[in-house]
């Protein structure tokens, strides 16, 4: 590629290795082509590493990491991109062959556009409509609702810092679209399904474990969250009072178990579900 790219899609793998020339190939397909893409093998203990030795294309390059957990590996292909405008992309997903040339239309568009997110739809062992609801400034204090498969620019992951990798359960993109929308960069959804999320058979036995290995770190998570973005979620009246009520008895287990029931459970299900 003699010229810089305008587009760098970035995927993040970690023992997905068999579905990376899946994904690969939905981004290939695209209609807008002035695009490169960056996969990082984070640390992967299957055959990711060999599978990647074999895919040989102008447009693609490799990284081979430790393992970092997903918001580094992220971070780590971010650096290496050349182009303007980043597309986050799981190495277990696709996407539709019209997104890149929809949502970079959209960015030349308005220079005040910071993300772009679109509709989603799930495959493999689940069908149906990626539910994450609709996107407004106020709707996200409660829970993400711009999906992890989205575009934004270079330029601000910088000025941001990049994603946080003290963050888990993609908490970590919840987080990082706080931060651009903090800078008053505006938020477009394309109203298409051109996302493709990959479900799995083993919900019910992943969701038990992590409820009980993670709960706590989940929650810890969550106060990180509100703590960095308190300007914002203070412009809302009472949101940032019931978190800080919830804080103040941080230490309560019954109180820790209720904000399970009634927040945590909600988002682990709602993550799970989609996942």
């Known amino acids: 590629m003699n010229e810089e790219p305008k587009i760098s899609v970035i995927s993040a793998c970690f023992n997905h290795g068999k579905y990376i ?4 190939e939905s981004v290939l397909m695209q209609t807008f082509q002035d695009y490169e893409v ?16 074999n895919i040989a294309h102008e447009k693609v390059r490799i990284i081979n990491t430790e393992n970092h957990g997903p918001a580094e590996a992220r971070n780590i292909a971010i650096r290496e991109a050349k182009a303007p405008v980043i597309m986050n992309l799981d190495a277990d997903d696709k996407i539709a062959p019209q997104l890149l040339e929809k949502a970079y239309k959209i960015f030349c568009s308005n220079a005040n556009v910071g993300i772009v997110h679109c509709d989603a739809e799930r ?11 609709e996107y407004s400034p106020d709707s996200m204090l409660g829970e993400n609702r711009i999906n992890s498969q989205s575009l934004f620019r270079k330029e601000d992951w910088q000025q941001v810092g990049g994603y946080s990798s003290d963050l888990i359960y993609g908490l970590e993109d919840w987080d990082f679209w706080l931060l651009i929308i903090e800078l008053g960069r505006e938020v477009v959804k394309i109203p298409e ?6 479900t799995y058979k083993n919900l019910k036995d ?7 290995q993670d709960r706590m770190k989940i929650l810890e998570s969550m106060v990180i969250i509100f703590h960095r973005h308190e300007n914002h979620i203070s412009a809302f009246p009472g949101a940032w009072k019931k978190f800080s009520k919830l804080e103040n008895k941080f230490n309560n287990e019954n109180i ?13 299900q709602n993550y799970l579900l989609n996942s």
């Open 123 to 133: 495959f493999g062992a689940r069908s149906g409509k990626f539910e994450i609801g």
């Open 256 to 268: 820790i178990v209720r904000f399970i029931k009634n927040q945590l459970n909600r988002y682990i």
């Open 38 to 53: 960056i996969i990082v093998n984070d640390g992967s203990t299957d055959n990711t590493a060999e599978i990647l030795q």
């Open 193 to 198: 399904k051109l996302v493709y999320y990959r």
């Open 206 to 212: 992943c969701r038990s474990g992590r409820r009980k």
């Open 21 to 24: 020339n899946e994904m690969l």
